[in-house]
């Protein structure tokens, strides 16, 4: 059954990426799961709707997490003084490992539902690892606790430790079985999710390709993350033009939905085919600052037509929350403009607030807004807890934005997917 219910409070979103739509003391109508609109005065014909009063919150649309390992939630904020390669084989390999036991599985995946569920989080795409049934596991706990999105069960054939390699057979027959479990779940979706070229045989990535485009499944991996990392992808597939231009070879850049994260150097060799319709970029400001690959060159991207959102891509970002990505892509993007490509603009709040909703919603389709027809994703914050003297004189978006920087730990009050009021 759709939900039909109405919310009160202070609404705010994003119109487009430079302007924020602001609606105090409002309602805000969901009728058969979907945004209806957004009164001043509620009208006579929705009156017997149940009514959610949050008076003096904010209300602002679920966000979207492009990018997050889910196996490795249990080491955020370690190792971080370490570069990507060595931080993957020294501690994120040997971690992931673990999930072959679905007792730890079972333990650690619902610490990180948990703490998902908390967040201003309502759509997810997530990797697990090569274990076909904990990455079951992982998509059960979320379809459980109402979130919306896609989980990845991850390949790899190569250039991995031994007790992570599969056989290209049955890395391809793992994903086929995988694809086969979770066609009957809701609001969970399976992903291919090659972990990157380096990981993957040229016969196993074009297996992929073709099993995404038989099958219209999107895919999701990385992209021109750290220098050394392209380097040996230009190794590994000589007759590519770029690490981009690879996947392009192999039936994985936008012949179907394409989520590339990263794309920090990609914008001077493979802007053009990022440019697809079809493929969005999760810009992940705080891994590639603590693992060291660099700044995006986001606002350029963002110029040039590429549809971008945010990542929190934990474990490399420390945080769950897409607050510490908006807050952390404005921040690099200054360092950027004022350090090595003052060409480029400096990233505003409200467009980095913009990719976390309405940027990264569009993926998963008419998500991250309150615009009529729209799926009714919301999320309710409690800001009363800063002690300022300012509160009374700020407007809805200044409210919004000192949320994002001085939140500490988030406060939800509440949180609805398609209109459904998820169990916190």
């Known amino acids: 059954m759709m939900e039909n219910r109405v919310l009160f409070g202070d609404i705010i979103w994003s119109l487009d990426r430079n302007t924020l739509s602001e609606h105090s003391s409002s309602f805000l109508v969901i009728e058969n799961g979907a945004v209806e609109g957004v009164y001043e005065s509620l009208p006579e014909r929705f009156k017997s709707f149940p009514l959610d009063d949050w008076s003096g919150k904010i209300i602002i649309p679920g966000m979207c997490d492009l990018h997050v390992h889910a196996p490795q939630y249990q080491f955020r904020g370690l190792w971080m003084?370490?570069?990507l390669l060595d931080?993957?084989?020294g501690h994120t390999f040997p971690e992931e490992s673990r999930y072959r036991d679905l007792s730890y599985a079972d333990e650690a995946y619902g610490i990180f539902t948990h703490d998902l569920l908390h967040s201003p989080?309502?759509?997810v795409c997530a990797f697990a690892t090569l274990h076909t049934?904990?990455?079951?596991?992982l998509m059960n706990k979320l379809e459980e606790a109402g979130l919306s999105g896609y989980v990845g069960k991850v390949s790899m054939d190569r250039n991995c430790p031994d007790i992570l390699r599969e056989t290209t057979e049955q890395s391809v027959e793992g994903n086929l079985e995988f694809l086969n479990r979770s066609a009957g779940f809701e609001n969970m979706r399976p992903i291919i999710t090659p972990r990157f070229i380096p990981s993957c045989s040229d016969d196993l990535m074009r297996a992929l390709g073709r099993i995404s485009v038989e099958r219209h499944l999107p895919v999701q991996s990385h992209l021109s993350e750290n220098p050394s990392e392209i380097a040996w992808v230009q190794e590994l597939v000589p007759e590519s033009s770029s690490y981009a231009d690879a996947y392009r070879m192999f039936g994985m850049m936008g012949e179907e939905k394409t989520i590339m994260a990263h794309c920090v150097?990609?914008?001077e060799r493979e802007l053009e085919l990022l440019q697809n319709p079809n493929v969005f970029v999760a810009h992940c400001p705080d891994s590639n600052s603590n693992i060291y690959s660099g700044i995006a060159r986001v606002t350029a991207l963002m110029d040039a037509g590429v549809k971008v959102g945010l990542g929190s891509d934990v474990a490399a970002g420390e945080e769950i929350s897409l607050f510490a990505a908006i807050t952390n892509a404005v921040k690099v993007s200054k360092l950027a403009?004022?350090?090595?490509?003052?060409e480029d603009r400096m990233l505003t709040f409200r467009e980095a607030f913009f990719l976390a909703t309405r940027g990264g919603g569009e993926f998963f389709g008419p998500v991250g807004a309150f615009d009529k027809g729209y799926e009714a994703d919301a999320v309710v914050l409690d800001d009363s807890s800063f002690r300022t003297t300012l509160r009374d004189r700020l407007t809805l978006s200044e409210r919004l934005e000192q949320y994002a920087y001085v939140k500490g730990r988030d406060n939800v009050c509440a949180k609805y997917v398609k209109g459904?009021?998820?169990v916190l």
Not at 337 to 342: K, L, N, Q, T
């Open 265 to 267: 150097y990609s914008y």
């Open 420 to 422: 459904k009021r998820l």
């Open 133 to 137: 049934e904990a990455s079951l596991l």
């Open 81 to 83: 003084d370490m570069e």
């Open 337 to 342: 403009h004022r350090i090595s490509h003052p």
């Open 121 to 123: 989080t309502t759509r």
């Open 87 to 89: 931080w993957l084989n």
